[in-house]
């Protein structure tokens, strides 16, 4: 008669748990970095979210991916070449607050470097509010 083999993962678990534990939480880490990747993907994918018309709630980062240019030319146009700010990902309204602005004036600025970048909101583009 053949000796019954022990379970493999009672076997791990019992003489390389550390190993064990290691390789789970990598297998953890790498489920959440790709269900983050294919969310992130199915978002970007759809058209409803390029190109928005710009609102208060938006990040210079949200409005760089969605005209798909790079955020230096955001953070230049409105003034936060440096990223020292209150937060790290500042709304159009808290810059605007920031900077002692209205907001259209910050949305002006913006529409125009994204029309420098041959990207701007262009004339069949609603504007915000409209």
């Known amino acids: 008669m053949r000796a019954e083999r022990p379970r493999a993962l009672s076997y ?10 290691a390789f789970a939480l990598a297998l953890a880490v790498a489920i959440f970095f790709l269900v983050r990747l294919v969310l992130h993907t199915l978002y970007w994918a759809d058209p409803a979210h390029r190109n928005q018309p710009l609102e208060g709630w938006m990040t210079p980062g949200y409005i760089a991916r969605s005209y798909q240019v790079e955020g230096d030319i955001l953070r230049d146009a409105i003034g936060l070449a440096h990223p020292e700010f209150p937060t790290a990902r500042p709304t159009l309204n808290q810059i605007a607050e920031a900077r002692g602005v209205p907001l259209e004036q910050v949305i002006a600025e913006i529409e125009a470097a994204l029309a420098a970048t041959g990207t701007g909101t262009g004339a069949g583009r609603p504007r915000r509010g409209e």
């Open 12 to 21: 791990l678990w019992a003489h390389h748990r550390p190993a064990l534990v």
